[in-house]
């Protein structure tokens, strides 16, 4: 074999192990980032402008995908990416905002 067709051999494996590359983080990517959803109490928002507030607050947090709250229920419903935001952040961020979050008690 020549020595430019040895080159040129040598040029297109590379290309063909960058392209495999870049598939495989941009698959990797999708795999690791997965919806999630949070249920969470707020004991204490009982009225529409407390749900406002709460609302806003977690609209602006990166990762949060939508946000539904029944107030009746004191339950704050979160839809989020889980490889921006954790569960925990989404509670501080409703914490900043004045309220208390009732964490659930976890049984083995």
Do not use: W
Not at 22 to 49: F, H, Q, R, Y
Not at 64 to 70: E, G, P
């Amino acid at each position: 074999m020549s020595l430019n067709r040895e080159m040129e051999r040598k040029q297109k494996m590379r290309i063909k192990l960058a392209v495999a590359a870049a598939a495989l983080v941009l698959m990797n990517g999708e795999a690791i980032a997965k919806e999630a959803t949070a249920n969470i109490t707020v004991p204490k928002m009982d009225c529409d402008s407390c749900a406002v507030v709460i609302k806003r607050a977690l609209t602006k947090t990166a990762g949060v995908k939508s946000t539904a709250i029944d107030t009746d229920k004191r339950l704050v419903k979160v839809v989020y990416e889980d490889s921006a935001v954790s569960e925990a952040q989404l509670h501080q961020t409703i914490e900043k905002t004045g309220f208390e979050v009732k964490v659930p008690v976890k049984t083995k």
